[in-house]
């Protein structure tokens, strides 16, 4: 059966490359595209493709959402998604506690999978993370993140998820990025059109060790997204990571 797509922030970088991956996936159908009006005005629909600004109204023409947008975006699509009853995989980054709370509220309602990334080389390396981080108690941790120069939130969502993945390997709290007193460190670049960038490095007086994941190509994102939205569009409610999604389907 043929799994309906629609894709909110449809005119970004991550919508087009969703847009253009999905040729390669038989059983999905990107049915609807939504973006601001003022996109969506100069462009015209296809036979196969809706393009709007209001998601909610073309509710029956897709059974699952994916987001790629800005965390304002991403609430109000939720919120849509609470009134359609339609299930929704996210991989919008830089929420507020507040705003995670809305989500954390709404999974209880319809599926929901958010992961910062959904390149399936990342989410693997998490689970290396954990185990370095645990042997490696003494070595402090750097993490150094690298992505197009319009990339907003910094440190990267990403690069959030693994400093959290450690520290919960060595029952610390991460507590706020930002501050001076974080146990991990961060260093946030933005260079044109990297895509991103993210290396670890756990040093101490005697040796360093680094893992380094480079994104080649945006497509790694966009088939992560395009499986999570197949496989959330089967779930009851609750709250999904991309390794709940490994996990089932491995």
Known sequence: MTCNIAINGFFGRMGQSIFEASINHRDVRISVGCDVEEKISSTQNTKDLILTSQLQQQSDMFDVVIDFTLPESSIEVIKCCLVTNKPITIGTTGFTQEQKKFIKEASKKIPILIAP?????????????????????????????????????????????????ICESRGIDLGDVKSETCPIKFESIRERTEIGTHEVVFTNKSDEIRLIHIAKDRSIFANGAIETAKWINTQEAGLYTYHDYMVSTS
Request: proline content about 2%; cysteine-free.
């Open 117 to 165: 990334n959904m390149s399936q080389g990342v989410n693997t390396s998490l689970d290396s993370l954990a185990s370095m981080a645990k042997s490696l108690r003494d070595y402090s941790v750097n993490i150094k993140e690298i992505h197009h120069v319009n990339k907003i939130d910094a440190p990267s969502g990403t690069a959030i998820k693994m400093a959290e993945v």
